[in-house]
């Protein structure tokens, strides 16, 4: 893991060394862009952001439907006994 150094700028200093911008986050961590003195944004990694946001591990369908607490729903279905249809 690598020790993640973070850097400030302003916005118009990272639009004009926007590429510095970049090769930094991919290699020293997050750059943080100020608008009038204020943390605006953080431009990082992708692989940071894919360590921030992984994927759940798939649940199989059974599961799955059974996560969504449908037992807890009053649902009733009529009785079908088809239909007339003339030949």
Do not use: C, H, N
């Not at 986050?25 to 943390?39: L, M, N």
């Not at 798939?58 to 009733?76: H, R, T």
């Amino acid at each position: 893991m690598r020790k993640v150094i973070e850097q400030s700028w302003k916005l118009e200093d990272a639009k004009a060394r926007f590429s510095e911008v970049v090769r930094r986050a991919r290699s020293e961590g997050p750059q943080r862009v100020t608008v009038r003195g204020k943390d605006s944004v953080v431009i990082i990694s992708v692989e940071e952001l894919e360590q921030l946001i992984k994927a759940e591990p798939k649940k199989p369908l059974v599961d799955f439907m059974e996560s969504l607490a449908l037992k807890e729903l009053d649902i009733e279905r009529e009785r079908d006994y088809g239909r007339d249809v003339e030949l």
